[in-house]
């Protein structure tokens, strides 16, 4: 069932699934950029395209409290950071978002499960919005998201005009729509109709709209061999960019730190294009640039796929494709790997 109202109503939608739930939509920044916001009253829906971060930080932050150790002569006491959460909204993250959610729960849900993940994306509830003027950059549809119409996430939602539409998918999605059941009425679904059919449209025409992925999974070793490891990486800086902005990065490190009043253990991110990444006391395994570039490639478009059934651990966002600042992206080591293919 699809709901709708006017767009002029979205801040008093928004306002009552707040009064319920903790809201976060993506909002526009001084800089220019977008990024998600805790919601108040008034706070605009921003219309960019991707966030400047992707939404996987309310599920993996980029630094996460672990665990406080507190000495008293011989005792020590370990004090747990993890609670029960509150339950809250991400309102308006983009197809490309949500899927990258799946590709994170095939890594902190699988045995051990992560608690701290594992608590965080119980107690929230994803809108996903439909895309309306997707980028050049964008590729989703080459690993089979559907930006027009997303099929993840508990609800859908589309903003046409001076419209706005929502379609729950499961009962968190359910549960949020009654929160504003006295600003949204049933139907749309012909206006809806109307716009994925435009959007699937421009999604034709895209520069990257016939690229997909070649399933290498039985050509793991000769792949890793390969003599173009070299060419592609050898103007990688090692920034790390492609890294912090990727929803499907997963690398992390674990610090200790005196805070004079006790020993504070957190998680960070990490990157596996930095060469003290996985760094030991015998050394670190990848000594080259072209070592760890290969190793972030081959883990999002073989060594994933090998282990989750031919899912990729990309989502074509085109985030890197933006952000790298010598152009070397995913996109060139596909189109290198399907010439081997």
């Known amino acids: 069932m699809i709901y709708q109202a006017a767009l002029a109503d979205l801040d008093q939608i928004l306002s009552l699934i707040n009064g319920a739930e903790k809201v976060y939509i993506p909002a526009e920044t001084a800089q220019g950029e977008a990024n998600f916001t805790e919601y108040k009253p008034g706070l605009k829906l921003s219309?960019?395209?991707?966030?400047?971060?992707?939404?996987?930080?309310?599920?993996?932050?980029q630094i996460q409290p672990l665990a406080k150790f507190r000495r008293e002569g011989k005792k020590i006491e370990i004090i747990d950071h993890r609670k029960e959460s509150e339950d809250f909204v991400i309102f308006g993250a983009r197809a490309c978002d949500?899927?990258?959610?799946k590709v994170l729960d095939n890594v902190f849900l699988a045995d051990p499960v992560d608690t701290n993940y594992q608590t965080r994306r119980e107690h929230a509830t994803v809108v996903t919005l439909a895309c309306t003027r997707p980028a050049e950059t964008c590729f989703c549809g080459s690993f089979d998201i559907d930006?027009?119409?997303p099929a993840d996430g508990d609800a859908r939602a589309w903003i046409t005009g001076d419209s706005f539409y929502i379609e729950p998918l499961?009962?968190?999605?359910?549960?949020?729509?009654?929160?504003?059941k006295d600003v949204l009425k049933e139907g749309g679904e012909d206006k809806v109709e109307e716009q994925v059919?435009?959007?699937?449209?421009?999604?034709?025409?895209?520069?990257?709209?016939?690229?997909k992925p070649v399933d290498n999974r039985e050509k793991e070793l000769e792949l890793f061999n390969s003599p173009k490891w070299a060419e592609l990486s050898s103007h990688c800086l090692g920034c790390g960019a492609c890294t912090f902005v990727c929803p499907t990065c997963q690398c992390f490190d674990i610090n200790d730190f005196d805070s004079g009043?006790?020993?504070?253990?957190?998680?960070?991110?990490?990157?596996?294009?930095?060469?003290?990444?996985?760094?030991?006391?015998?050394?670190?395994?990848r000594l080259?640039?072209?070592?760890?570039?290969?190793?972030?490639?081959?883990?999002?478009?073989?060594?994933?796929?090998?282990?989750?059934?031919?899912m990729y651990s990309c989502v074509g966002c085109g985030r890197c494709l933006k952000k790298c600042?010598?152009?070397?992206?995913?996109?060139?080591?596909m189109k290198t790997l399907e010439e081997d293919a």
Not at 197 to 211: H, N, S
Not at 289 to 300: A, G, I, L, V
């Open 47 to 61: 219309t960019k395209l991707n966030t400047l971060r992707s939404a996987k930080d309310f599920f993996f932050p």
């Open 98 to 101: 949500v899927r990258s959610f």
């Open 147 to 149: 930006a027009a119409k």
């Open 170 to 180: 499961t009962e968190k999605g359910e549960k949020l729509v009654g929160y504003a």
């Open 197 to 211: 059919e435009k959007t699937r449209t421009i999604l034709a025409k895209l520069p990257l709209a016939e690229l």
């Open 261 to 285: 009043h006790g020993i504070e253990r957190y998680r960070c991110w990490d990157s596996c294009m930095y060469n003290d990444f996985t760094l030991m006391a015998a050394g670190t395994p």
């Open 288 to 310: 080259t640039q072209k070592e760890r570039f290969r190793q972030r490639f081959m883990h999002k478009l073989v060594y994933y796929p090998i282990k989750n059934d031919g």
């Open 325 to 333: 600042p010598i152009q070397m992206n995913i996109v060139k080591v």
